[in-house]
């Protein structure tokens, strides 16, 4: 798969920093370290084949198949035919529950299905109110609504919409697996509680580090989309190709944080 080759992706805050602000409370550096690097290590493990899940596969297929066909003629009949049915003036609600569906149609793992479809909402809430074109509620029925939506039909907006993908998917994952791991590493109820409520209020720098760790997937993603979805609809042999690449990279990242405990 061609693409631009990247060193190491500066990020703005380490996870380690982030999780011991998050127990700004305990003297237990061990403990918190292990859930640091614990919780990179499980998302590893959850992304080495998480590619091949149907319901994270058709996700990343409804963006795909949404970008690709925005610009089309016909372009609501052309989605139709791959099975995402939108009325003619549809709107984020209209898109949402056409996202669940789609989804809930291509399902192997419950809680795969789960995080891939919150993500995808998340996506492409984000991304239509970034590049809304007019001052009409996005909410609101309009006949404007693939307008938004050709903006992703190229590499460069498809770069953008994919990166958020993956950085709301992996945001879900870390959060999980650190309350999961703290739920486990800490003993005393009274820190496990301050734990999570301290988690809460790192939301946003955990958002961020999931951002920019999601980087790496911009550094092919654009020529991959000119390449092979912007002529005619990638087959699911390709995009699961994308999808193993676009997920190796980003536990490649993780490594990277592994390595910075020791």
């Known amino acids: 798969m061609g693409h631009e080759r990247i060193g190491t992706l500066p990020k703005s805050e380490r996870w380690k920093s982030i999780v011991n602000s998050i127990s700004d409370y305990t003297d237990a550096e061990d403990t918190i370290v292990e859930i640091a690097a614990q919780t990179t290590k499980n998302v590893r493990k959850r992304f080495q084949d998480i590619n091949t899940d149907a319901g994270v596969f058709g996700a990343f297929k409804f963006i795909i198949t949404l970008s690709h066909f925005a610009k089309s003629d016909n372009a609501l009949d052309r989605l139709a035919e791959e099975g995402i049915v939108l009325p003619k003036n549809f709107n984020l609600y209209d898109l949402a529950f056409c996202i669940q569906n789609y989804i809930s149609q291509n399902e192997d793992s419950k809680e795969y299905s789960s995080f891939a479809t919150q993500s995808i909402i998340e996506t492409i809430s984000d991304w239509a109110r970034s590049h809304q074109t007019n001052q009409q509620s ?117 490594i990277r944080e592994e390595i910075k405990y020791d």
């Open 138 to 254: 996005l909410f609101d029925s309009n006949d404007t609504g693939l307008e938004i939506w050709q903006q992703a039909s190229n590499g460069a907006g498809f770069c953008e919409l994919s990166r958020l993908f993956f950085s709301k998917f992996t945001e879900r994952y870390l959060k999980y697996f650190l309350e999961r791991e703290a739920a486990s590493g800490i003993d005393n109820l009274y820190d496990r509680t301050q734990f999570n409520k301290n988690l809460e209020t790192h939301i946003d720098r955990i958002s961020k580090h999931a951002f920019e760790t999601s980087k790496i997937t911009q550094s092919f993603a654009a020529a991959w989309f000119n390449k092979y979805a912007k002529e005619k609809l990638p087959s699911n042999k390709r995009i699961k190709g994308f999808l193993s690449f676009a997920f190796q990279k980003i536990n490649s990242e993780l």
